[in-house]
Nanobody
Framework: QVHLVESGGGLVQPGGSLRLSCAAS????????MGWYRQAPGKERELVAQ??????TNYADSVKGRFTISNGNANTVYLQMNSLKPEDTAVYYC???????????WGQGTQVTVSS
């Protein structure tokens, strides 16, 4: 049973920084894709950033140059968010894909609020 533990959300002023963490466990063969999505009120869930097992990254245009995704080890993913804007306010969801079988899992979500 895959289990995801997210942490690091909160309230921050515009221009501030936050770091999200997601620790994944429960996959015998590991994870080939890890990342973060977000969903603001009244909007669809959207990809923020993702990283493959080999370290290839992909970012939404809206966060390029401000957010950095990394994996500390094979089962942990981080999202460093700098220069935060009010439009970054959303619930952020950790997302992983197991290698075998290829199955996607979601975290419970962590709230990020950017407001003065």
């Amino acid at each position: 049973q895959v289990h995801l533990v997210e942490s690091g959300g909160g309230l921050v002023q515009p221009g501030g920084s936050l770091r999200l963490s997601c620790a994944a466990s429960g996959s015998s063969f590991g994870f080939d894709l890890m990342g973060w999505y977000r969903q603001a009120p009244g909007k669809e869930r959207e990809l923020v950033a993702q990283i493959t097992y080999g370290g290839v990254t992909n970012y939404a245009d809206s966060v390029k140059g401000r957010f950095t995704i990394s994996n500390g080890n094979a089962n942990t993913v981080y999202l460093q968010m700098n220069s935060l804007k009010p439009e970054d306010t959303a619930v952020y969801y950790c997302h992983v894909r197991t290698m075998i079988p290829s199955t996607r899992y979601w975290g419970q979500g962590t709230q990020v609020t950017v407001s003065s």
